[in-house]
């Protein structure tokens, strides 16, 4: 790994572009080093260590930079079936490394004899693609095919899509209840439970209730998949005995955070786009710390930054 970094680090790459490229290469040493069960120092790169496995991985990470997309979907990865002849000998199909790197991955083996998803590819996978599964509904801008050089019963290859993502949003659940006999530090505990859980959203609205007590209606809002766990945490931390469920659509902004390298520490900038409008957020507690820092307030704090980034070609 050592080896690999001194290269990389000696490439005329952005600092994002090296940065991503380790990352991989780190992905890549963690599975050898578990295949192995051996220390990272001690891993040797047989094939991934290559210059044209370095230009591989590099060139992608120099990509991904220059097309800035907000998420990378990809579908199951199909990984092959057989055995693969490698430095190390005859292995099965997903190689050792292949399969450690793409744990929590969806993958099949489907009817191709042969590796269809080497080390290097599962590694890039892994540090970009945000999501697997079906294709959601995409207005497509631009395609892309990469060809492979060995023959297989079907098509040899890959395929990007350059894409905005579109159609009616999607489904999520809201449970909510009324609570007039829990103090505000248990609702405090069953609301940060419920986010770390994965609620997307968890909330409360004060209330008259029966005997004219005051109360609260605790709101969470989640997705589908993680209805039945939500149901169980409410009943759990609350004093509830009943929740009531309602589905909606959602309509969301495709968002990402960047992070900046600024004279006063690193700042964080929310983006929000889709549906024909852009937005940008400083990271609240970048500018609190700032504006303790200088002894300033927080807009004073915002005019600092953005003219410390404004020739920043990414704000």
């Known amino acids: 790994m050592d080896d690999i970094t001194h290269i990389i680090n000696g490439l005329p790459l ?4 090296r940065h991503n490229a380790l990352d991989v290469y780190q992905l890549i040493a963690d599975a050898e080093a578990q295949a192995h069960g ?33 998420r990378v979907m990809a579908s199951p990865v199909h990984v092959g079936y057989g055995k693969v002849r490698c430095a190390h000998g005859v292995l099965p199909v997903p190689a050792p490394a292949t399969a450690f790197i793409l744990k929590n991955v969806p993958i099949y083996g489907g009817r191709i004899e042969g590796e269809l998803c080497t080390p290097t590819g599962a590694a890039l996978l892994k540090k970009f693609v945000s999501s697997f599964g079906e294709m959601p509904p ?32 999607d489904m999520i659940v809201e449970l909510s209840c009324n609570l007039d006999d829990m103090s505000p530090e248990r609702i405090g505990f069953a609301m940060d439970s419920l986010f770390e859980a994965g609620a997307l959203e968890v909330y409360t609205i004060p209330l008259g209730m029966k005997k004219s007590r005051p109360g609260v209606m605790l709101c969470v809002i989640c997705r589908e998949a993680d209805k039945d766990k939500m149901v169980n945490m409410v009943f759990r931390h609350t004093t509830t005995l009943g929740i009531r469920e309602n589905r909606s659509r ?12 600024t004279p006063f520490g690193e700042v964080r900038i929310k983006y929000s786009e889709g549906y024909d409008v852009c937005r940008k957020k400083f990271e609240y507690n970048d500018l609190a710390r700032i ?3 200088k002894g300033i307030g927080i807009d004073e704090a915002v005019k600092l930054i953005e003219q410390n980034l404004s020739s920043h070609h990414d704000l």
Do not use: W
Request: charge should be negative.
């Open 138 to 169: 995409l207005k497509v801008e631009k395609i892309g095919y990469g060809m492979g050089k060995k023959d297989f019963e079907v098509a040899n290859c890959v395929r990007a899509l350059l894409a905005e993502t579109v159609g009616d949003g």
């Open 14 to 17: 952005s600092e994002t572009v």
């Open 38 to 70: 051996k220390p990272v120092s001690e891993i040797h790169f047989h094939e991934v260590g290559t210059m044209d496995a370095i230009a591989d991985v590099t060139a992608v990470c120099h990509l991904m930079e220059i097309l800035d997309v907000q």
């Open 291 to 293: 504006a303790r820092e």
């Open 250 to 261: 959602r309509y969301t902004l495709q968002r990402q955070i960047k992070s900046f390298d």
